[in-house]
């Protein structure tokens, strides 16, 4: 993966992250900070904004936020991290490449199709 795609999936992650934060109603000063981050320059993306989520969590529950938004807040900041690691793209059971169109769609998506499609099959998530 490119630095141009990376650039790319951390702008789709950042956003969707952003849109969730919003219904969560965080601060403004803090969801200005990730709006600024995702338009900026994104050479200069760093992890630690996933490292500031352990406070977005306990307001999650506070807020009463479903089980679905909290697990796919997660799953962005995860996706966050492999990205900022460069395992982003890979799936985290096979290795494999995680298939673009898919990333498109689930920017966090930790698993390739294949995967995916097993795990829904045996009920394992
Ligand atoms: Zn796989």
Redesign the pocket.
Known sequence: MNKREKEKYVRLLLERKLELLQEIGVEENYLAKIAREASGDLSSFSYHMADQSGETYRRELQAGLTTEQIRILRAIDEALKRLHEGSYGK?T??G?SIQKARLDFVPWAR??I??QRSFEGSGTP
Do not use: A, I, S
Request: proline share 0%.
């Open positions: 799936c059971k096979c494999g698993h390739c294949t995967c």
